[in-house]
């Protein structure tokens, strides 16, 4: 529903249960009658038959005092039209920190397809520990998850609530926020009413979409507000961008400019990058005995990573940039974002080396136009040797670089004490993020294929791979490995199997594949022909995927998350047997358009070793050059993917000599 969505808004408030009565209101329940008048003309699954549930309204009222604190109150009624709407919408579940404000469900309510009303009682409104903490044995207090269960709700049916919220702020003046207009599901209303002092206005703007703007000045006040009716619902597609990038939304401030905002996010920092004995000795221990800097940097860099457990929770705007101390963090050996980033600012600076937190968006293009605290990690800077920033992310456990490659053209915070605007992190090429695919063969008189295939990575392509032997381990892995084998011919043979150490930072991980095959080659006295085992795509676990699973619509609305840019190297040589020549090779390709770069080659290899064979040596580039594809960069992905899979199912003709 609609209000999922401004739960980003609500839940970035710090959610509490509350036991105190809550002021009433702008809003009351509907009059049953007027109710069953509005669901019967929103319409049903024949006028929607993409939707899973329809939102009547959904309309949201805010009040912002010169402080920046805010009381909010969300009013929604949803239909519901699929046994999936009733999985999605009938449980909502909000996270929230509740040291930064409060949150009650004022009230709530299933109306029946035939009118019945079931309200939801206290005991189907749940509060506790965040479930992926739990997972991990992990209890903070003061994290923790709310859930509200509509009880009785079926297809047909509708949920109605309204839900209140107030939130003191850290950031004095401070009042900011994100307003979705647009969901995966169709809005017949929704509007945004924000009021606040004269005296200190709003900056705002609306982005991916038009909506009825009104401005009233009355009593020392501005009332703001956004309505739009009839809002087209965001098709759903594989591997599709956060909607929140591309909704129509309204971004509303009064923080001044990037800078302020800069500056205050370092004074919150900065006030908890204090070295206590414990961090001093650790820091010690850690670089005892290495000779430079960036050798001490790698030394803390993974041992953040490897023995502070990262929580990956979203909290509300003023949980997000307050830290804890470095030292609480290391005692307590587990941390979200911005706690593992505050310890490796202070530990960076025990060996000498200035470092700041940074915030960044890793799952979606953040909004520039207007000073906001909506970022979703915390990260760490440090400047390189051209002055610019280089980015460290402490929560990435499987990287063996220290670098975030990820980090590339996306829009980053930097909290300095001079305050620094947003900027954008120079272009990380997909080059390194990709991934190394070699093999050597032979190939036999008999048709018969032997060899060995390499793979590894740099980058996010090498991330990948450690995640793979992480999560599957043991003959889980080898029988992944084996089905990829197996892709290329039925009835091949994976005759070895060897992994490095996904645990082992100080080498490359390299997956290594032995192979065979018996009659692989095709028999055509006088002509053999065979594909390059490596040219069918079986061993690029990543940029295959992408290529071959979502490509397959004809256009898209939205853009792919790839979530970096992306890559894969493809090289082989196979040595084809003595009294054998090359008749004929599949064609070159060379394609680039947009971010997509596809270049495949085939070469005839002559030896002048006595008593040695020739060779066919195959090379196929394919990069990915974002971290999103947009739909008219999908055209050309399609289009490389088409290309990639023509060359696929090439084949080398070999003659016998003198034939």
């Given amino acids: 529903m609609k209000a999922r969505w401004t739960c980003l808004v609500l839940v970035a408030g710090a959610l509490a249960l509350a036991t105190p009565a809550f002021p009433k209101g702008p809003f009351e329940l509907l009059d049953p009658s007027e109710a069953a008048r509005l669901l019967g003309e929103a319409g049903d699954v024949e006028e929607y038959p993409d939707a899973n549930s329809i939102t009547v309204f959904d309309r949201t009222w805010v009040e912002f005092e010169e402080t920046g604190a805010y009381e909010e109150y969300n009013y929604a009624l949803v239909k519901i039209l699929t ?71 079926e297809p047909g049916d509708a949920i109605e609530y309204i839900v209140f919220h107030d939130y003191e702020p850290l950031l004095k003046n401070g009042f900011n926020g994100i307003y979705f207009l647009q969901y995966i599901d169709p809005i017949l209303e929704s509007t945004v009413s924000v009021t606040g002092p004269e005296d200190l206005p709003l900056t705002h703007v609306l982005k991916d979409g038009e909506a009825e703007f009104e401005e009233v000045r009355d ?77 001490k940097i790698r030394a803390i860099h993974f041992w953040i990573a490897k023995n502070i457990r990262y929580l990956g929770v979203a909290m509300d705007r003023g949980a997000f940039v307050e830290p804890h101390y470095a030292e609480y963090t290391l005692e307590k050996e587990y941390g ?43 990260i760490v800077a440090i400047e390189g040797p051209d002055g610019d ?59 018969g294929i032997s060899g060995r295939v390499t793979v590894s990575g740099a980058g996010i392509y090498e991330i990948v791979l450690r995640t793979i032997a992480k999560t599957a381990g043991g003959e889980q892995l080898r029988m992944m490995w084996e089905q990829s084998v197996q892709e290329v011919y039925p009835g091949t043979e994976l005759a070895s199997f060897d992994i490095t150490d996904y645990e082992d930072l100080d080498r490359p991980l390299t997956v290594s594949l032995g192979f065979e095959i018996e009659d692989y080659a095709l028999d055509a006295d006088p002509y053999l022909l065979f594909r390059v085992p490596t040219a069918t795509g079986a061993f690029d676990v990543l940029s295959g995927l992408i290529m071959g ?55 005839f290899v002559p030896t002048e070793e006595p008593g040695a064979g020739n060779a066919v040596r195959y090379r196929q580039e394919l990069l990915i050059d974002a971290f999103e594809v947009s739909p008219d960069d999908y055209l050309a992905l399609k289009e490389a993917s088409r290309l990639a899979s023509r060359s696929s199912r090439g084949e080398v003709i070999l003659r016998r000599e003198g034939s």
């Fill in 83 to 153: 046994q999936e709407g009733v999985d999605r919408e009938g449980d909502p579940s909000f996270s929230y920190h509740r040291r930064y404000g409060t949150l009650d469900v004022l009230e709530a309510r299933v109306i029946k397809a035939d009118g019945t009303i079931v309200p939801v009682p206290e005991d189907l409104i749940s509060d506790g520990t965040a479930p992926e903490l739990a997972a991990i044995d992990i209890y903070e207090s003061d994290m923790r998850q709310l859930t509200v269960v509509f009880p009785q709700v």
């Fill in 219 to 295: 009593g020392g006040k501005i009332t703001y507000t956004w309505r739009v009716r009839d809002t087209e619902q965001i098709e759903r597609e594989p591997l599709m961008a956060s909607p929140a990038q591309f909704a129509t939304r309204v971004i509303v401030s009064t923080i001044p400019t990037w800078e302020e905002l800069s500056r205050y996010v370092w004074k919150m920092s900065d006030e908890k990058c204090v070295a206590e004995d414990a961090v001093k000795e650790l820091v010690a221990d850690l670089t005892d005995g290495l000779e430079t800097t960036e050798e």
């Fill in 336 to 378: 979200v974002c911005r706690d593992k980033a505050v310890l490796m600012v202070t530990m960076l600076e025990e060996i000498g080396v200035p470092a700041w937190v940074v915030f960044i968006n890793p799952s979606r293009r953040a909004d520039p136009e207007v000073p906001t605290l909506f970022f979703e990690h915390g």
């Fill in 389 to 447: 920033y280089l980015y460290i992310d402490p929560t990435l456990e499987e990287s063996r670089e220290v670098y975030a490659s990820y980090a590339g053209d996306r829009w980053v915070l930097v909290a300095t004490e001079e305050g620094q605007s947003i900027r954008r992190v120079p272009h990380s090429p997909a080059a390194e993020n990709a991934g190394t695919i070699s093999e050597a063969s032979t190939l036999g008189a008999d048709g």
């Fill in 549 to 603: 699973r979502f490509t397959t619509l004809p256009e898209r609305k939205t853009p792919i998350a790839i979530g970096s840019t992306v890559g894969a190297v493809s090289e082989a040589t196979v040595l084809i047997p003595r009294g054998y020549v090359v008749e004929s090779l599949p064609d070159e390709i060379h394609f680039r358009e947009g971010v997509v770069v596809l270049n495949a080659t085939y070469e």
